[in-house]
């Protein structure tokens, strides 16, 4: 038997990929062509000006080590562009590049959590967070996100704070959130900082999806009194369309910072150099942002009327990120699948992928399916209406 890490054993992996595995299988053997509403990535070409300023500099050379917290310029230029959009005087020793959001969630939990300590989660949530804090020993506790067919998915203060205990060391927050797609009501986030305040906790803020917004106001943390126990997360990922480029930053005060770029000079040494040159280009790329957010905001328009139309399932219209999260109760109980086994056999049945609600990673989830709608009409179209052909023939 091999000696692995008693940490390494409290992961249980990216359980995302076991579906594409059944879909390739699928294709193979029946023949089918699938359609894949398990994708969590813009599918447009990350701007040209960014490209091309990546590619200028690895022409010039710029291909060595920057310094751990990445290039001073490029936390410059993140430290101006949020003061502006967010009314504050953030520094550039308040920001850190990391590789990638999850690298920069990664650190978080790092500089913070013990063995023992309790981490605040939403169930559903992105499925990395409880992973980590298993890996590193702590415990997640999670707090119910409601939904309701008029309001969509909320989550109840009252519910955060009688989760918190003398073990509470970190809330994790998403907004706009994975994968439900709600961008959450503005108070949600107020009242988060305000209660992690007051109770000494870490607010641990995901905002990667900050501009895919559709309706409503978005409310960031930064808007907020967040210096004192704020560690803010977001990237260039999905903005920009740049998730294989892996570049993330991470905002909070200066000697969090000097803690973060401690650790990331013994895990990466540093973010990729010449990437993050191509990263200064983003900054003029908005015109390109708010045409990709246009064409999301139609895909999923089109993913809600085709949804609606398929019987016993009730969906609500995402406000935000780019996955809608149907409730398949109904038919979860007519069939006596859970939704993994319904995920299967829509692979099967109509070689189209979405996620089971459970990988996010409780309970609450368990009675939904998550599609992504990043990705063409017509294969949305098409998507949906395989989905619902299985689905009729499902019930009999
Ligand atoms: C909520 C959330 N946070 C972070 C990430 C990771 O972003 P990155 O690709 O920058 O590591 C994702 C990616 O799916 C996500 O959904």
């Given at each position: 038997m091999e000696n692995y890490s008693r940490s390494l054993s409290r992961l249980t992996g990216e359980s995302t990929l076991l579906y594409q595995e059944i879909a390739r299988n699928v294709e193979r053997t029946k023949g089918i062509k699938t359609i894949n509403f398990g994708i969590g990535q813009p599918d447009l070409p990350t701007p040209k000006r960014i490209r091309e300023e990546a590619k200028s500099a690895l022409d010039k050379g710029f291909t060595a080590y920057t310094p751990a917290l990445g290039l001073d310029e490029l936390r410059s230029r993140v430290a101006e562009f949020l003061s502006q959009r967010y009314g504050d005087n953030i520094v550039k020793d308040e920001v850190a590049i990391t590789p990638g959001a999850k690298t920069a969630l990664f650190l978080a939990f790092l500089t913070y959590v013990n063995p023992g300590d309790e981490v605040i989660l939403f169930d559903p949530s992105f499925y990395s967070y409880a992973e980590v804090v298993n890996l590193l020993g702590g415990k997640p506790v999670y707090v119910p996100i409601r939904f309701d067919s008029d309001r969509g998915f909320y989550v109840d203060v009252n519910d955060v704070v009688s989760r918190i205990s003398s073990k509470t060391k970190m809330i994790v927050y998403n907004n706009p959130h994975n994968p439900t797609g709600m961008n959450f009501d503005p108070k949600l986030s107020e009242e988060l900082v305000k209660i992690s305040r007051e109770r000494n906790i870490i607010l641990l803020s995901d905002e990667i999806y900050d501009y895919f917004v559709y309706e409503g106001r978005f409310k960031s943390v930064?808007?907020?009194?967040?210096?004192n126990n704020v560690i803010y997360v977001n990237g260039f990922s999905k903005t920009f369309s740049m998730t294989g480029w892996r570049l993330g930053y991470i905002v909070a005060r200066k000697e969090v910072i000097g803690k973060i770029g401690i650790l990331a000079s013994n895990i990466y040494?540093?973010?990729?150099s010449f990437a993050q040159k191509g990263a200064l280009a983003s900054f003029d790329a908005f015109d390109e942002v708010k045409e990709m957010i246009d064409l999301f905001r139609r895909r999923r328009d089109v993913m809600f009327s085709e949804l609606s139309k398929v019987k016993d399932i009730k969906v609500y219209k995402s406000s935000g990120a780019f996955y809608m999260f149907p409730d398949f109760s109904s038919i979860l109980r007519n069939t006596g699948l859970d939704s993994k086994g319904l995920a299967i056999k829509l692979i099967e049945d109509s070689g189209v992928i979405t996620i089971p609600g459970e990988v996010f990673p409780e309970r609450v989830g368990t009675n939904f399916l998550r599609l992504s709608f990043a990705l063409g009409e017509e294969k949305i179209k098409e998507g949906v209406e395989r989905m619902k052909i299985a689905l009729e023939k499902l019930a009999g």
């Open positions: 930064l808007e907020e009194e967040w210096r040494t540093c973010p990729t």
